[in-house]
Every structure is written in C-alpha cells, then in structure tokens.
C-alpha cells in the first residue's frame, strides 16, 4: 500500500514539475512573439484612424466611495479615440453614488437601453457635464453580474472592456487590448491583459504606469505568484488552445458574442471564468473558432488583500468559482467536440487546479507519517524538500527575470531585490496557507456555501512624481 501511495505523490509531482516547465518554455516563447511584432509606433494611427472601434468601459460598482472618483479619472484619461465610461452602482449603501455627482457633475437624464440582458431595475441613469463620456447607472443590488450585464446592456460599442471599480488600467490598455481585434477582426472573441500588483503605490511617467513594492509582505508575495499565474501560465495556454480565464480586473470582449452567450450568469460563484468557458464552448459548437487571447503586456493594476482573512475569503471564492464552472461545463471534458480546450486545458484545470489542494495537503500529512514513523530517513525527507523548494524558487525566478528584460515596471534596483528576497521566502508559509485556503474553498463549496465575503481595500497611493 505504502508503495502505490508513493509511486502516486511521485507520479503527480512529475506532472505538475513537466506541465510546468511545458507552459514555461511555450510563454517564453510566445512572449518574445508578441514583444517583436509589438509596433508602437502605429498607436497614433490607430488613435487617429476613424474605423478604430469604439469601446464601453463598464464599472460595477458596489460600496467603492473609497477610490471611485480616481479610478474612473483614469478610464476617462486612456489613450483611446472613441470610449465612454458607463459605471453600475449596484445600490451601495455607501457614499460611492454621492462622491461621482460631486467629482463629476452628474445630472439625470434619459437613454434608450436595451434590456437584452435582464437586470434588476435601474433607479436614475446620469450623465457627466463635466465629460460626457462619463455615465452613470444607479440601479437595485443584483451583484457583480447583474451590474455588468446591466452596463453591456447600456452601451452601444461593438467592444466593451469590464473592469473592477478597485482597478487602474495603464494608459495605452485599450490601446494593446483592442489590437488583436484589429488584426484579426473575425477571429477574436475576447482579450485578457496581464494583471499586476499596485499596493505600494504608482505613479504614471511618460505614458507608463510605475508600480513600488509594497511594505506589506501578503502583497509582495501576491506580486510574485501573479507573475508566475499571468507571465506562464495563461500566456502558455495561448500556445496551447486558448485561455478559460480572462481576469475580472480587465477583459475586453466583443459585445455581439456576450449577447449572443447570455451575458454573465448571475446564478454562478465565479461570474468571469464561467463566461470565458461558455464562449468558448459556444465558438466549437458553432464552428466558429474565435480565440480568446491573453496579452503579456502590463494592461491593469489592482489592489490585494493585505490581511490573512481577506486573502482567505478571495482564494476560497475563487476556487469555488473553478469548481462550480467545471460542473456546469463538464460534458466538456475530454469531449473532441471541444479541441484542445476540452482535451487539454479543462483537463488541465482539474488534475492541477482543482485537485491541488487535496493532493498537495495529503501529500504533506503523508510525507509527515512517513518521517516520524521512520518509512523514509530525515536525510532523504530533507533532500527531497529542498529540491520541491529549489524547483518553486527556480520557477519565481524565472518570473521575475522575464518580467525585468520585458517590461521592468519595477524599475528601481532596490525593488527587485526585494522581490528576489520574496521569491525565496514564497514556498516557505504563503504557499501553503493558499493552498489551505483552495482546500477550505472547495469544502465550502460542497456545504453549497456561495456567499463572497469581504476583501478590506484601502486605496490606492499616487506616489510623489507620478501624473493623471
């Protein structure tokens, strides 16, 4: 028995070591693909060009008084030709309606909206006199999904890029989003952007956003993991049959296909994967074949938890998200009907996402049993230890020395050091409290608990220097 339980850990960790290294070497690759056929100096003519599509930026928004006046500054401030900013305040009982009549000039008024979707009832809708790109929805709560189905129904732009309130966008983000659409006008149906880190504070110089490493080490950790999840592994699936996550952060989707799919389901605990798949799924079912693309491109920055409980509750809905979307979807597993994204990527989801957690925890009770009651040596245990750390330590590093001959938005030598401090640190405490979190997530899930539960914000910081 104890042999089998061993040649299973064993065969696992090689799985996991090999599907690594693969979606490594592939987003290397296809990293330097996109950085040489990036072609910056062809902005201004998609900024000047008439045909260029216009763009809805749709908010949700839901008690977010705290940073709302800003962020939506910075949705108005991208470099685009044609955007309007539509923001849902989904009844909050906060001051986060209040703070944009007086940052912006709302007055109320009228526009034909086309209830495709179904939402809860809107309350007033308004219009900024100080930017008429700016709207404003003010409608009953119906949750994050309701609020986005709400602001696709209100815009009339082919493309519309949903956001979180919590979120700043560099200033060329629609720019490189909207770019694969341009190039291949009937083979897109979605574009994510890389997600970044902005606790310790930005500042916008020349066009570009600048992150600081936080002082608090929850967030420095976070850095570290968002840029081995966006760097590698969603870059990876690119090569490998698209994407099933596009961050609720920043996404841009082609309106039409989210029409045409239902909108984001209300009734679902992760609303933003659960619509990737569907897309996907209904791309194979109609013999279209659009792509849902990933860019590496630093497109969005957001706030993370900076305490335990908030990291807990995120991670644990985020892991039911998964698993309630492979549910729903799960005639597409391994089905041909679905190419690679039911042969390789779902597959891929369930035996090192959704499986994880259970393994890795089982893993360590085992190997526990295996010390203490003397099956293995201490020196054996300590050797096999030490190569799982040098293996994540390695995998970090490499992270962070694409992300620094890329796009170096930590550009200070004083930053990445503190990074290379955290990437030796990373397996040692965080990863396991994540994984925990993942295992909490998925018992919750089974319980039939679908509640989000709160995440403490605190804000943004405009460091010294930096512009809007």
Request: proline residues 4%; contains cysteine; aromatic residues 12%.
């Amino acid at each position: 028995m104890n042999t089998y339980v061993d040649y299973f850990f064993l065969f696992y960790c090689l799985v996991m070591a090999v599907s690594t290294a693969v979606l490594i070497l592939l987003a290397t690759r296809e990293i330097r693909t996109w950085r040489r056929a990036a072609l910056r100096e062809l902005d201004r003519h998609v900024l000047a060009e008439k045909r260029t599509p216009p763009v809805g930026i749709i908010v949700p928004a839901y008690n977010e008084e705290v940073h709302i006046a800003d962020t939506v500054r910075g949705f108005l401030d991208l470099e685009y030709p044609d955007h309007e900013v539509i923001v849902v305040n989904d009844g909050s009982s906060d001051e986060t309606l209040k703070r944009l009549i007086e940052a912006y000039d709302l007055v109320a008024t009228e526009r034909y909206v086309n209830r495709r979707l179904a939402c809860q009832p809107i309350r007033r809708l308004y219009r900024s006199r100080r930017d008429p790109r700016l709207w404003v929805v003010d409608k009953e709560n119906g949750g994050k999904a309701d609020a986005l189905n709400m602001g696709i129904n209100v815009t009339r732009c082919p493309l519309v890029c949903c956001v979180d309130a919590d979120t700043i966008l560099s200033p060329d983000a629609l720019l490189r989003m909207v770019e694969p659409f341009l190039y291949d006008p009937q083979g897109v149906v979605a574009v994510g952007g890389t997600l970044r880190i902005g606790n310790g504070g930005h500042k916008i110089r020349d066009g570009k956003v600048e992150v600081s490493v936080p002082d608090n080490w929850l967030a420095r950790f976070q850095i570290v993991e968002y840029l081995n999840a966006f760097l590698f592994g969603r870059m990876g699936f690119n090569l490998l049959g698209g994407n099933v996550v596009i961050s609720g952060a920043a996404g841009l989707f082609l309106r039409s296909a989210v029409l045409e799919a239902g909108g984001y389901f209300r009734d679902t605990i992760g609303e933003d994967i659960e619509l990737i798949v569907r897309l996907h799924r209904r791309e194979y079912e109609t013999g279209r074949r659009r792509q849902v693309i990933h860019l590496p491109d630093p497109i969005a920055f957001t706030e993370t938890p900076e305490d335990l409980a908030s990291l807990s509750r995120q991670r644990d809905r985020w892991h039911r998200g998964l698993i309630d979307t492979l549910w729903q979807h799960r005639r597409m597993l391994f089905n041909p009907r679905y190419g690679k994204v039911g042969v390789v990527v779902l597959p891929w989801y369930i035996v090192l996402k959704f499986m994880a957690p259970v393994v890795e925890v089982a893993g360590y009770l085992w190997f526990l049993w295996a010390v203490v009651s003397g099956f293995i040596s201490w020196g054996v245990a300590l050797a096999l230890l030490g190569a799982i750390f040098l293996w994540g330590v390695l995998v970090s590093l490499q992270s962070l020395y694409v992300d620094h001959e890329t796009f170096n938005i930590y550009g200070e030598a004083s930053g990445r050091l503190k990074l290379l401090w955290v990437t030796l640190l990373f397996n040692l405490g965080y990863r396991q409290a994540t994984v925990f979190f993942r295992l909490q997530g998925l018992v919750r899930y089974l319980a039939g608990v679908e509640s989000w539960g709160l995440v403490r914000r605190k804000g943004f910081q405009l460091l010294e220097g930096g512009a809007r």
